[in-house]
């Protein structure tokens, strides 16, 4: 193989394989990853523009049976710790959120045996019936799955009744690593890989978009990194002309504070900052149908996160209102509204609000700020 000719192909938006991205990975100096990924940033975005969202990730419930090694976030059922949210505690949220501009709840939560469908459907109706006009970007395909095989159903089925009790957008939470070797090994309770994929497929014949992540750095081999990123790229080919599909793509690296993965397993996170601006170029050049890469400040902090921008990351995503599960292994960064839009600035470009649908947001003329320090 040879580096150049792989590069010149990616700039002309070729669908390079996952052995010809990990020859990149491997052997293309850092400069000449980050040129390419920029180049085709711009070719997708030629503004100068970065996009932000305000929003607040809420969990429905922290008791979870999927047992993943990496969550310190997750109680099992009759737990003392254990909650289900309740309306009064999601309206007191809700109402913070909107003061601080936002729009939207990150609505997730974990794999509890006695919340089905239903559930679910009267949460989302009840939510929407009280703000009409909040956006529910909630659950995420493993929670799908979960509760597809608690009804007996399909994805499909559940997916629509969700949709039609307000759902507006799946996020791609759950994916870590899709080969079924690794979640094995660190979320043996999750749906399979092939499973996430698939209701991902299910979404986008929905015409309901849908984003994509990758947590990365912890028992998953260079190979399988690779392999992840290339069926996100096949599901995405295959969505209706007109739907968005994955809208964006967040790789982060394992955050490992406490976890079973590093006390009992001995797994660390030892992801560089060059390595993540690296994974950041070559998700850019292999993901060209895929629209936004997205800078994960939360796990990398603001300095790393704002070298991307100039390596194919051209969103910087959220401020975070709220934000339990990454945090609760250890990711320490946090912004206010006016940080974010600073550290945009400081990097060279202009801020953008953007929602879900990566649609310009107009920024509202008063935005309290949160009092949290980052």
């Not at 976030?73 to 959120?97: L, M, N, V």
């Not at 660390?268 to 601006?277: H, K, L, Q």
Request: hydrophobic share 40%; net charge negative.
């Amino acid at each position: 193989m040879n580096a150049d000719v792989l590069l010149n192909r990616a700039l002309r938006l070729e669908f390079l394989s996952a052995e010809e991205g990990q020859y990149l990975f491997l052997h293309a100096p850092t400069a000449e990853l980050m040129d390419v990924a920029h180049q085709i940033r711009k070719k997708l975005h030629p503004d100068n523009k970065v996009t932000w969202i305000i929003d607040r990730n809420v969990n429905t419930t922290n008791v979870c049976i999927a047992n993943c090694k990496f969550c310190n976030f997750y109680r099992i059922p009759g737990h003392a710790d254990a909650y289900i949210t309740t309306i009064d505690q999601y309206k007191e949220k809700i109402e913070e959120t909107f003061r601080y501009g936002g729009e939207q709840l990150l609505l997730q939560g974990g794999h509890h045996p006695g919340l089905g469908l239903q559930f679910y459907i009267d949460t989302f109706r009840e939510l929407k019936r009280l703000y009409p006009n909040l956006k529910l970007h909630a659950l995420g395909p493993p929670e799908i799955a979960h509760i597809t095989k608690l009804e007996g159903t399909s994805h499909t089925e559940v997916l629509r009744d969700l949709m039609e009790a307000g759902l507006d957008s799946l996020p791609g939470a759950g994916a870590e690593i899709l080969s079924d070797r690794v979640r094995r090994l660190i979320s043996k309770g999750k749906c399979s890989g092939r499973e996430w994929l698939d209701v991902m497929r299910a979404a986008h014949q929905l015409h309901l978009t849908t984003s994509a992540t990758m947590m990365f750095g912890h028992v998953e081999t260079l190979e399988e990194r690779f392999q992840h990123i290339i069926w996100l790229r096949e599901v995405q080919s295959e969505k209706p002309a007109d739907a968005k599909g994955f809208v964006s793509f967040i790789p982060w690296p394992f955050q490992d504070h406490d976890t079973i993965l590093r006390r009992i397993k001995g797994v660390r996170n030892e992801v560089t900052g060059e390595e993540y601006i690296r994974t950041i170029a070559i998700s850019r050049i292999l993901l060209p149908n895929i629209p936004n890469i997205q800078a994960s400040w939360l796990t990398v902090g603001k300095e790393i996160a704002q070298i991307c921008l100039h390596g194919g990351a051209n969103d910087f995503g959220s401020i975070m209102i709220e934000e339990n599960v990454v945090s609760a292994a250890g990711a320490p960064h946090r912004f206010t509204s006016n940080g974010i839009q600073q550290a945009i600035r400081e990097a060279g470009f202009e801020p953008q609000l953007r929602n879900q649908q990566f649609e310009d947001r107009q920024l509202p003329e008063t935005i309290e700020q949160q009092l949290i320090t980052y």
